[in-house]
C-alpha cells in the first residue's frame, strides 16, 4: 500500500512523506516546521525530500542537537527544521546550526537555541537550487575549498559499486538457537562455513563449486586485504529458491535443512537473499568497510573474494585501481567525507551515496601515487611502518587538487 504514494522511496522513513504533503498543502506565505531525526539531510533513502525541500520550499532555519538525545523515549539524534513554501527565490541565506561532539548537555540544546553556545558551529550557507539537487545537504565554514575540490572532478557511477552479499543466516546466533533447541550450537555456520565445517560436510565435487572464499574485517584492512580465507559462503542465487533445485546437492541440501526453520532470505530454502552481480567479487577490486571510526578504511584485492553487506566494492575503469586506492585513503578525502559524507558520530558511514559524490581528479600521470602505494602494499605485507609513504601521497594528493598551504592546514587540523 505504502509504496503507491507519490512520494515512496526505498529505505525511507515514514515522515518523509508526510513532510512532502506538508510542503505541498502550504499557501505562498505559509512555514513548516519539524522535530525530526537529523539523518534525512544524507540518508539513501531521503532524496525525494531533499529534493523536494530544495525545489519547493525555502530553508529558513536548521538545528542540528548532534549527539544529544531530544526525547527520553527514542534513541534517535534530531533536528529543527522550518522550511516555507517558495520555488522562486535562489542563491538566499538560511540559518544553520548544529551542536558538536559526543559531551553535548541539556544546557548546550537551550543554549544553541539562544546561539550562545560554544560547542556548536553557526553558518549562514547559500542554497542555489541546481547546486543541490540530488546531494547531501552538508553545510560547512569551508565551504571555498570543498568547491575548489569539487571543480572539474569526475565521480564514481551506480554501476561501478556494489554492496556485498546479504544474508542474514551466515552464523547460528542466540535468538534462533531459542527456535531451533539446544541440539544447535551458537556459532554453527549456516550460509558460511569454517574450514573444519568445510572438510566435515566431505562434499561432493558439484557441491564444492557452489563454495566461495568468504572474507571479513579479520583479513580486509586498510590499503591491503590478506590472502588465505578462513571462511567459505555457500553462494546460491535466486534459482535456488525452488524446494527442488538442491536435488542433485545432497550434502548441501542435508545441512541447509536442519536451518530451514529460521532462514528468512527471500529465496529460501537454498537461495541467498541477495548475491550481487558475482564479476564484483572476482580479481581486482577496492574493497570499502561500510561503517569505520576514525578514518575511512579502503582496500586494495587483486583476488577473488566474497564479502557480506558490511562491505562495499568499486570497481571502475576510469583509472588504474592503485591510484585510485591511494586518493581515497589520503587525508583530503577523509576531510571531505567527514563534512560532506554521511557520518554517525564519530563514524564514517561509506554507503554507496556518499562513494558517489566523492570528487575524483585523475593526473595524466597517475603512476607517482601508484608507486607509493605498491610501496605501502608491500610494506603492509610485511608489517612495517607506513605513515611516511602515506603522507606522501597525501602530499601529491594536495598538488592535484591544487589547494593552498592555508588549505592544507586546514585540512590537517
Given amino acids: 500500500m505504502f509504496e503507491n504514494i507519490p512520494y515512496y522511496q526505498g529505505k525511507m522513513d515514514l515522515w518523509y512523506s508526510f513532510a512532502c504533503v506538508g ?21 539513501n533513502g531521503a532524496g525525494i525530500l531533499r529534493n523536494k525541500v530544495i525545489e519547493d520550499s525555502q530553508i529558513k ?69 541546481d547546486k543541490f539537487k540530488n546531494k547531501f545537504l552538508t553545510f560547512s565554514e569551508n565551504n571555498d575549498i570543498f568547491e575548489k575540490i569539487a571543480n572539474n572532478a569526475i565521480y564514481l557511477e551506480k554501476n561501478e559499486l556494489s554492496q556485498g552479499v546479504v544474508f542474514p543466516q551466515d552464523f547460528l546466533n542466540k535468538k534462533n538457537q531459542d527456535i531451533l533447541g539446544k541440539n544447535f550450537v551458537v556459532g554453527e555456520g549456516i550460509f558460511a562455513l569454517t574450514e573444519q565445517e568445510k572438510n566435515n560436510l566431505n562434499f561432493l565435487e558439484d557441491e564444492l563449486k557452489l563454495l566461495k572464499p568468504y572474507y571479513t574485517t579479520e583479513e580486509i ?86 564479502v557480506s553487506q558490511t562491505f562495499n566494492i568499486i570497481k571502475t575503469k576510469k583509472c588504474n585501481l592503485k591510484f585510485l586506492l591511494g586518493l581515497l585513503n589520503s587525508r583530503l578525502i577523509a576531510f571531505w567525507l567527514k563534512s560532506k559524507g554521511k557520518m554517525q558520530g564519530n563514524n564514517y558511514q561509506l554507503d554507496t551515496e556518499p562513494l558517489m559524490q566523492v570528487p575524483i581528479k585523475i593526473p595524466e600521470n597517475q603512476q607517482p601515487i601508484v608507486t607509493l602505494v605498491e610501496q605501502i602494499l608491500q610494506s603492509k605485507r610485511q608489517n612495517t611502518n607506513t605513515a611516511e609513504l602515506e603522507k606522501r601521497i597525501d602530499v601529491l594528493v594536495y598538488e592535484l587538487y591544487g589547494l593552498t598551504d592555508e588549505e592544507i592546514r586546514i585540512i590537517e587540523g
Avoid at 23 to 38: R, Y
Avoid at 251 to 265: C, E, W
Avoid at 276 to 285: N, S
Fill in 221 to 306: 584492512h586498510r590499503y591491503f586485504t590478506e590472502r588465505g580465507n578462513k571462511l567459505w559462503l555457500i553462494y546460491t542465487s535466486s534459482k535456488f529458491k525452488n524446494p527442488n533445485s538442491f536435488n542433485n546437492y545432497p550434502k548441501l541440501k542435508a545441512h541447509l535443512d536442519r536451518f530451514t526453520q529460521i532462514i528468512t532470505s527471500d529465496n529460501k530454502p537454498y537461495g541467498l537473499h541477495r548475491t550481487r552481480e558475482e564479476k564484483y567479487f572476482i580479481g581486482e577490486k577496492i574493497i570499502v568497510i561500510r561503517k569505520s571510526v576514525g578514518t575511512p578504511i579502503f582496500s586494495y584485492c587483486d583476488f577473488d573474494c566474497y
Fill in 61 to 129: 532555519q536548521l538545528v542540528d542537537f548532534g549527539s544529544y538525545m531530544i526525547f527520553d523515549s527514542a534513541n534517535i539524534q534530531t533536528m529543527i527544521m522550518l522550511f516555507n513554501k517558495n520555488s522562486d527565490n535562489d542563491g538566499y541565506n538560511f540559518d544553520y546550526r548544529k551542536l558538536i561532539g559526543n559531551d553535548v548537555k541539556l544546557q548546550d540544546v537551550i543554549e544553541i537555541l539562544n546561539k550562545t553556545s560554544t560547542k556548536a558551529h553557526y553558518l549562514t550557507p547559500t542554497i542555489i537550487r
Fill in 23 to 43: 510542503i505541498d498543502l502550504l499557501n505562498d506565505k505559509g512555514h513548516l516546521c519539524f522535530i525530526a531525526t537529523n539523518k534525512w539531510v544524507t540518508n
